[in-house]
């Protein structure tokens, strides 16, 4: 049995998979024409070549190790041929993984641990996302993603200490997770409200029990998660307005209970939950009513659905593509669950082209002005001499057309528009008037001041890099005290990384600003 098995494992191992991992890692999305020389699609086709040639001798390797086994069969050495056998299978599985590899940059924190789990997020949401959608749908999809990456935290959950009470409770009829330390652990009333992350589609706050933790032990004061409603189940605006409606029951009622100074209230939130925390300060503005929240902190926020492609989507593609980090096509999916149009692959490759914007919309001043990449650190933009990627004349143009450099940008308005797309038409008529709503795109607003002080972080390996530090630009222009730090080798998601470094150093940050603007102000 063994025999057949290894004989079948190797011309399936010589015909099939190492093609199919050719085309897999180097799919026709990287077919290019570079300025002079061998075109890129002939450079990409020549490594293929060589890959399968030298699978192909593997093949030829691994016949030749079946024939010498089952020529050496006999009573006196199946102990040795069973060794042989899964030698031989061990040595397959690891030339498979190596070509599932996927590099991350040199740099990155915690570059072991995220090593792993961007492994396994790839193979979970991306290669298997692919196939459940394929076969079930985009909803299903959602569900899987969701049921996978909670495993960990089920697994390996953060026990409560001793010192900190945690249980589950109702505001307002919203379910939130309530953090209260105990006897000589609270060492001051300030109340921290917590909104979670997870594109609106995914995560709990208990996923969060960790770094909460951490900065409680700091501060001694309460930590209240809102369990809000996910979508695709429901769409903008519930799990905002559930948002709201905790932080004016609190406000209102709840304070007295909490053992709170409904003064010293602050929003937190990372990712989609950054944009809601960023949303919510500028609705108690609007309602005259910023005594409600004391000052916020964003974690790597989502701020905008106006450019998939501005220099950290362009870092992206250069330095660390199709891994199972924050990308693109994620982050789109996730738009369009939230806002409730369908999420179809078609509308998805529309949106990271920006094919979801109108013409109207492109051509609008104010929203070149917002998206002006000289407003970005001149280290963020990449000088077009040293960026191959830059140089691509890609199969779908529109993905770099908004080329950003250091010698200058070249205007929203130059963006390719295929007139005639009816596709792209009817989504960008289904989301336009979503994309100049400030509860979805609070860079839109108009009038920020009195806004209430505000700390933004940003992670130099994400694609919402450029969003946040846009975001600290617009507070600064209606005086809005502003603290931005930016962590070059932090990637998105690390506020969930367990016995992280810079994890431990993102949060006594976010202590000591807290000392400084809620407690101690």
Same mark, same amino acid.
């Given at each position: 049995?063994?025999?057949?098995?290894?004989?079948?494992?190797?011309?399936?191992?010589?015909?099939?998979?190492?093609?199919?991992?050719?085309? $897999?890692?180097?799919?026709?999305?990287?077919?290019?024409?570079?300025?002079?020389?061998?075109?890129?699609?002939?450079?990409?086709?020549?490594?293929? @070549?060589?890959?399968?040639?030298? $699978?192909?001798?593997?093949?030829?390797?691994?016949?030749?190790?079946?024939?010498?086994?089952?020529?050496?069969?006999?009573?006196?050495?199946?102990?040795?041929?069973?060794?042989?056998?899964?030698?031989?299978?061990? =040595?397959?599985?690891?030339?498979?993984?190596?070509?599932?590899?996927?590099?991350?940059?040199? =740099?990155?924190?915690?570059?072991?641990?995220?090593? %792993?789990?961007?492994?396994?997020? +790839?193979?979970?949401?991306?290669?298997?996302?692919?196939?459940?959608?394929?076969?079930?749908?985009?909803?299903?999809? &959602?569900?899987?993603?969701?049921?996978?990456?909670?495993?960990?935290?089920?697994?390996?959950?953060?026990?409560?200490?001793?010192?900190?009470?945690?249980?589950?409770?109702?505001?307002? !009829?919203?379910?939130?997770?309530?953090?209260?330390?105990?006897?000589?652990?609270? +060492?001051?009333?300030?109340?921290?409200?917590?909104?979670?992350?997870?594109?609106?589609?995914? !995560?709990?706050?208990?996923?969060?029990?960790?770094?909460? $933790? *951490? $900065?409680?032990?700091?501060?001694?004061?309460?930590?209240?998660?809102?369990?809000?409603?996910?979508?695709?189940?429901?769409?903008?605006?519930?799990?905002?307005?559930?948002?709201?409606?905790?932080?004016?029951?609190?406000?209102?009622?709840?304070?007295?209970?909490?053992?709170?100074?409904?003064?010293? %209230?602050?929003?937190?939130?990372?990712?989609?939950?950054?944009?809601?925390?960023?949303?919510?300060?500028?609705?108690?503005?609007?309602?005259?009513?910023?005594?409600?929240?004391?000052?916020?902190?964003?974690?790597?926020?989502?701020?905008?659905?106006?450019?998939?492609?501005?220099?950290?989507?362009? *870092?992206?593609?250069?330095?660390?593509?199709?891994?199972?980090?924050? &990308?693109?096509?994620?982050?789109?999916?996730?738009?369009?669950?939230?806002? !409730?149009? @369908?999420?179809?692959?078609?509308?998805?490759?529309?949106?990271?082209?920006?094919?979801?914007?109108?013409?109207?919309?492109?051509? @609008?001043?104010?929203?070149?002005?917002?998206?002006?990449?000289?407003?970005?650190?001149?280290?963020?933009?990449?000088?077009?001499?040293?960026?191959?990627?830059?140089?691509?004349?890609?199969?779908?143009?529109?993905?770099?057309?908004?080329?950003?450099?250091?010698?200058?940008?070249?205007?929203?308005?130059?963006?390719?528009?295929?007139?005639?797309?009816?596709?792209?038409?009817?989504?960008?008529?289904?989301?336009?008037?979503?994309?100049?709503?400030?509860?979805?795109?609070?860079?839109?607003?108009?009038?920020?001041?009195? #806004?209430?002080?505000?700390?933004?972080?940003?992670?130099?390996?994400?694609?919402? +890099?450029?969003?946040?530090?846009?975001?600290?630009?617009?507070?600064?222009?209606?005086?809005?005290?502003?603290?931005?730090? #930016?962590?070059?080798?932090?990637? #998105? !998601?690390?506020?969930?990384?367990?016995?992280?470094?810079? +994890?431990?150093?993102?949060?006594?940050?976010?202590?000591?600003?807290?000392?400084?603007?809620?407690?101690?102000?």
């Amino acid at each position: 049995m063994y025999y057949s098995l290894l004989a079948t494992s190797g011309q399936i191992y010589k015909e099939f998979v190492g093609e199919f991992i050719a085309q $897999l890692l180097y799919s026709s999305e990287a077919d290019a024409n570079i300025e002079g020389g061998e075109t890129k699609k002939q450079q990409q086709q020549t490594f293929i @070549e060589n890959i399968l040639i030298r $699978l192909s001798n593997l093949g030829e390797t691994f016949n030749f190790l079946i024939f010498w086994i089952t020529n050496n069969n006999n009573k006196n050495n199946i102990m040795i041929n069973n060794y042989y056998f899964y030698l031989i299978l061990i =040595f397959f599985i690891l030339i498979f993984l190596f070509f599932l590899h996927r590099p991350l940059p040199h =740099f990155i924190a915690d570059r072991w641990k995220i090593q %792993i789990i961007e492994f396994l997020m +790839r193979i979970s949401n991306e290669y298997l996302g692919d196939l459940v959608e394929l076969f079930s749908g985009p909803i299903m999809r &959602n569900k899987f993603t969701r049921f996978f990456s909670s495993l960990p935290f089920y697994f390996f959950p953060v026990r409560a200490p001793n010192w900190c009470l945690i249980n589950v409770g109702y505001i307002a !009829g919203i379910k939130c997770r309530f953090y209260i330390p105990k006897g000589e652990f609270k +060492r001051n009333n300030a109340l921290i409200v917590f909104i979670h992350g997870g594109g609106w589609c995914m !995560g709990r706050p208990r996923f969060y029990d960790g770094a909460l $933790l *951490l $900065l409680i032990k700091q501060l001694g004061l309460t930590i209240i998660s809102i369990d809000y409603s996910l979508s695709p189940e429901v769409k903008f605006p519930v799990a905002l307005l559930e948002c709201e409606q905790v932080i004016e029951e609190i406000y209102n009622k709840k304070f007295e209970d909490l053992g709170i100074d409904k003064n010293k %209230i602050a929003l937190m939130g990372d990712s989609a939950g950054g944009c809601q925390c960023a949303v919510l300060c500028q609705r108690v503005l609007r309602m005259n009513r910023k005594e409600m929240i004391k000052c916020q902190i964003l974690i790597y926020p989502v701020i905008h659905m106006l450019d998939f492609q501005s220099p950290s989507y362009q *870092l992206y593609y250069r330095i660390y593509p199709r891994t199972g980090l924050l &990308n693109p096509k994620m982050l789109a999916r996730w738009y369009l669950f939230y806002l !409730g149009i @369908e999420p179809t692959q078609k509308n998805i490759n529309l949106m990271i082209k920006n094919q979801h914007l109108s013409p109207k919309l492109l051509n @609008e001043a104010k929203l070149s002005s917002i998206l002006d990449p000289e407003k970005l650190p001149k280290e963020f933009l990449l000088e077009e001499k040293e960026n191959e990627f830059l140089k691509f004349n890609r199969k779908n143009p529109s993905i770099i057309k908004w080329k950003t450099t250091k010698n200058g940008f070249n205007g929203i308005k130059e963006a390719k528009i295929e007139k005639e797309n009816t596709e792209r038409e009817k989504l960008s008529n289904q989301i336009e008037e979503y994309l100049r709503n400030p509860d979805i795109c609070p860079i839109l607003a108009n009038n920020l001041k009195d #806004h209430c002080p505000t700390m933004i972080l940003t992670a130099g390996i994400d694609v919402l +890099r450029d969003e946040g530090i846009q975001y600290a630009k617009r507070l600064n222009e209606d005086e809005v005290k502003v603290e931005l730090k #930016h962590y070059e080798d932090a990637y #998105h !998601g690390i506020f969930n990384m367990y016995c992280s470094k810079k +994890r431990e150093e993102i949060i006594n940050d976010i202590s000591n600003y807290l000392k400084n603007n809620l407690i101690n102000n």
